[in-house]
């Protein structure tokens, strides 16, 4: 099969690699119809990673067709139309039972996302069927759900949004954003995007931001203070995984709030004085996406919410060298890859 390989920093391409194949009863493959470049791939990208000794698949947020089962699959056949959350589980061990799928057992991570086929290790707990395969329309909103905006769902519910309040959402990169579309159907009253880029923020604003905080560290949490006459946000959403970003998420949270974290963590250092002096929560992870499956899908299917706006690229999937290059480069948020 073709998929799409990285080679060293900001090389990507679309090769021949072997197809995978099904070495254990729990396995499924699944024909990708439609996939996605996510944000933590470009930590990858970047060499932010440590190095790349020799190439390797990368991507993870697909959904598609089932192609092959392994022996103990049960609720899935060849020809089912499926979601695929990146993170597979085996949805009955304790931390599954506990709604956190992404702690499981049994985890696994989609490999070969973006090329044409793709392997998921726990078939069963993982995968989600659909009745019959979606409309065009619907499949940008759908390929969201198998990370991105259950990502962006998890920093709210993370930390504690619910009816009422103030949720600051740091970062304007697509997890972010599904972070603000997230803390306004959640019920905020108010929901803080911070972002400098007008087409983000634009976005920001058709998800539910009432407020635009385009300037960032010192001068970002200062704003914010005033927004909220010096108390500081009820709920924070931190959404980039970097030092800065959290140290912001930690500065603007109001006592007793909690920062929800769900950026993939690079060189963070928390300052455990400012929790305990303000006791401020900390709380957050790799999103249990199977587990906010159901809710969002219903969501969707409902017109309720539209996270495939976030894809202002869509390329064909010969082209994710290009795809890539526009995230790195800010001239796109998300990118789509058709086959």
Request: charged fraction near 20%; charge should be negative.
């Amino acid at each position: 099969m073709r998929a799409t390989t990285i080679h060293g920093v900001r090389d990507i391409r679309y090769t021949e690699v072997p197809d995978p194949v099904i070495t254990r009863p729990t396995d499924a493959i699944v024909q990708v119809t439609a996939s996605c470049v996510c944000g933590s791939d470009l930590w990858s990208y970047r060499g932010d990673n440590g190095p790349i000794t020799e190439p390797r698949t990368i991507g993870h947020e697909c959904i598609g067709v089932v192609a092959e089962v392994g022996e103990d699959v049960r609720s899935f056949r060849p020809g089912d139309f499926v979601l695929v959350p990146f993170d597979h589980c085996d949805n009955t061990c304790p931390a599954c039972l506990a709604d956190y799928q992404s702690a499981c057992v049994n985890t696994g991570v989609t490999r070969s996302g973006q090329g044409e086929l793709a392997l998921v290790t726990q078939a069963d707990g993982t995968l989600v069927k659909l009745d019959e395969p979606p409309a065009p329309e619907l499949v940008p909103d759908l390929l969201t759900l198998t990370d991105v905006m259950a990502t962006g769902w998890h920093a709210a519910v993370m930390s504690g949004v619910t009816k009422g309040g103030t949720a600051v959402v740091v970062g304007d990169g697509a997890v972010g954003l599904c972070g603000v579309l997230a803390a306004a159907t959640l019920g905020a009253e108010r929901v803080v995007a911070m972002s400098r880029h007008q087409p983000r923020q634009e976005l920001a604003v058709k998800f539910g931001a009432t407020d635009i905080v385009a300037e960032r560290g010192e001068e970002g949490e200062a704003a914010v203070a005033e927004l909220t006459d010096g108390v500081g946000a009820d709920y924070v959403l931190e959404c980039v995984g970097n030092d800065p970003a959290m140290r912001t998420a930690l500065t603007i949270a109001r006592p007793g709030a909690t920062v929800g974290f769900v950026g993939v963590p690079h060189g963070i250092e928390v300052p455990m004085g400012v929790l305990f002096s303000r006791n401020v929560g900390l709380k957050g992870g790799k999103a249990p996406v199977r587990g906010y499956l159901p809710e969002l899908l219903d969501l969707v299917l409902a017109g309720s919410i539209n996270p495939g706006l976030v894809f202002d690229l869509t390329l064909p999937v010969e082209q994710v060298a290009e795809g890539y290059r526009a995230m790195d480069e800010r001239t796109a948020i998300k990118v789509q890859l058709t086959y």
